[in-house]
C-alpha cells in the first residue's frame, strides 16, 4: 500500500508520521516569560543535531484553529533561552499533565509539584526531578509550513549529568530509564538494549 501525502488533510498527516517515526526522545522543556514565570511542556519532535557545537532542535506547532503560538515558543522568542530535561519513567505522569492547554499564567512546574532549580548558564530553571538538563541558548528558529511550525534550534552551553547515571563520561541508558514517544498516545521505556560494534574498513 502507498499513502500520498498530497490526499492527507493535517490530521492524518500528523497522525501517520508520529506513528511511524518512533520512538522518540522528550524534551521536557523550561522557558521563563518576561515577568518570570516558569512555563514547562513536553515536545517529542526533538532531537541532537550536531556535537561541534553542542545544537538541538524542537519543533513547535501552533495551537488549534486560530493558530496560536505556545507559551514555550513565545518564551523563547523573547529570552532566547530554554533548557531541556530528560524525560525519564520517573516524570512519565508530569509530562503528561504539563501538557495541558493551559493559560500562560499557570505554572505546570508547580501544578505537577516538580522543584525548579537556578540555571548556571540561562534564566530558565532546570528541574531538579530530571537527571539530565541542557542549558540551551537560541541559535535561530525556522518558520516552516503553512501549520506554520517553528523549528527551534538550540546550542547547549551546560550540561548537566546526575553523577549516579554516568559511566566513562557518557549516560548509562539503563540508570536514566528515558521514556519515549510513539503514535497515538502511547509511551515507552528504554529497557531492551543490545549492542553491536561498528565494522572496521581500513581506509584506502
Ligand atoms: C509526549 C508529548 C510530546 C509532545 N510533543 C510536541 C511537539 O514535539 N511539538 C509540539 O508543538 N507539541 C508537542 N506536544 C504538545 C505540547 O506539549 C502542548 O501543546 C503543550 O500544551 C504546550 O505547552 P506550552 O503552551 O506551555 O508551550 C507534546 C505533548 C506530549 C504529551
Known amino acids: ?23 522518540r526522545p522528550i524534551a521536557f522543556v523550561t522557558t521563563v516569560n518576561d ?11 526533538f532531537n541532537g543535531i550536531s556535537g561541534d557545537p553542542p545544537l538541538v532542535s524542537i519543533a513547535i506547532g501552533r495551537r488549534g484553529r486560530e493558530r496560536t503560538k505556545k507559551d514555550t515558543l513565545r518564551n523563547i522568542e523573547s529570552t532566547r533561552e530554554f533548557v531541556v530535561n530528560v524525560a525519564t519513567e520517573e516524570l512519565a505522569e508530569s509530562v503528561n499533565l ?18 525548579a532549580v537556578a540555571s548556571d548558564r540561562v534564566k530558565p530553571p532546570r528541574l531538579r526531578e530530571s537527571p539530565i538538563n541542557l542549558e540551551c541558548r537560541l541559535v535561530e528558529i525556522h518558520e516552516l509550513g503553512a501549520g506554520p511550525t517553528s523549528l527551534v534550534i538550540g546550542e547547549v552551553l551546560r550540561f548537566h549529568v546526575r553523577d549516579e547515571i554516568l559511566s566513562e563520561g557518557v549516560v548509562d541508558p ?15 521505556r528504554v529497557r531492551d538494549l543490545f549492542e553491536m ?5 581500513p581506509r584506502r
Not at 9 to 14: F, I, K, L, N, P
Not at 35 to 45: D, I, T
Open 1 to 23: 500500500m502507498f499513502i500520498d501525502a498530497t490526499g492527507l488533510d493535517e490530521r492524518a498527516a500528523y497522525r501517520l508520521l508520529i506513528s511511524v517515526i518512533v520512538p
Open 35 to 45: 515577568a518570570g514565570l516558569v512555563n514547562l511542556a513536553p515536545f517529542s519532535f
Open 98 to 115: 504539563s501538557s495541558g492547554d493551559y493559560p500562560p499564567e499557570v505554572s505546570e512546574v508547580d501544578l505537577a509539584k516538580l522543584t
Open 174 to 188: 539503563a540508570k536514566l530509564r528515558p521514556i519515549a514517544r510513539l503514535g497515538g498516545d502511547f509511551y515507552c
Open 197 to 201: 560494534k561498528r565494522p572496521h574498513v
